[in-house]
């Protein structure tokens, strides 16, 4: 009888065969398609990933104590960065690009007089929407945005943000070029003086680290990657002035690894 233990080691195994396979022989799927399955990914809401991915917290999500941190987290994050800044306080509004289940939002939207949560989920919206309420809450607006047409958030929201904030989404967007797209949309948003805190999946010298650019449902959670000097130089891009990157190679609340939060100034 085979155990749950040596199962799991197999379905790795096979798992990196296939990764190893792809690169090998080159396969890519096209931008299109892989924004089209992660269209039909995000809108099934019975999916086994979706509530965990999601950051819902609870039942098939995060659990109470991990969820809570994690925004606790970024929270703690954003106060040391803002040393860093003359930004005025109290803070007029911040956006969060990918606001999930809520766990930031429930922290930040004490922060600020208006809490925008952007997502491509109105399931997702709504929950996010009783987490913040369910802290005593209400400042918060929801703003959903098809995952083929990312830039729509720009004809929603008509006033900038003091901060912009997206974690734990860029490695789930279908392609690097995609999340270009997402960095030229926060500096659109981000009002002059202001701030984006935004996290991504960094790329070290393992293969299995790349993007994936095929199959978004097998590979969501590790679609997209950045060398981290490459993702620097995107925002810079942008427009953005960089001011610091933070490292975290290990995420122990969720068991994950190689993040890189970029704190991003846009000029006065």
Known sequence: MIDTRTTDCMKQLLKRSLLAA???IGYRESEQRIIRQSGEFWSDTDSSKFRAYS???GEDGIADAAWLALGKQHLDLFHRMIRLTEMRRPIDRIIEWGCGGGCNAVHFAREAGQFIGVDVSQATLEECRRAVSAAGLGNFLPVLVDVAAPESALEQITDACDLFLCTYVMEL????AYGRRIVDIAYKLVRPGGLA???IKYA???AATQPR???YKLNA???TTYAIDQFWEICQQAGFEPLAVTLQPKQTLIGDERYAYFTLSRGA
């Open 204 to 206: 070290t010298t393992d």
């Open 55 to 57: 950051h819902w917290k």
């Open 221 to 223: 959670a590790n679609m």
């Open 173 to 176: 967007v279908p392609t690097p």
């Open 197 to 199: 805190i935004i996290q």
């Open 213 to 215: 650019r095929w199959g």
């Open 22 to 24: 792809t690169r090998l």
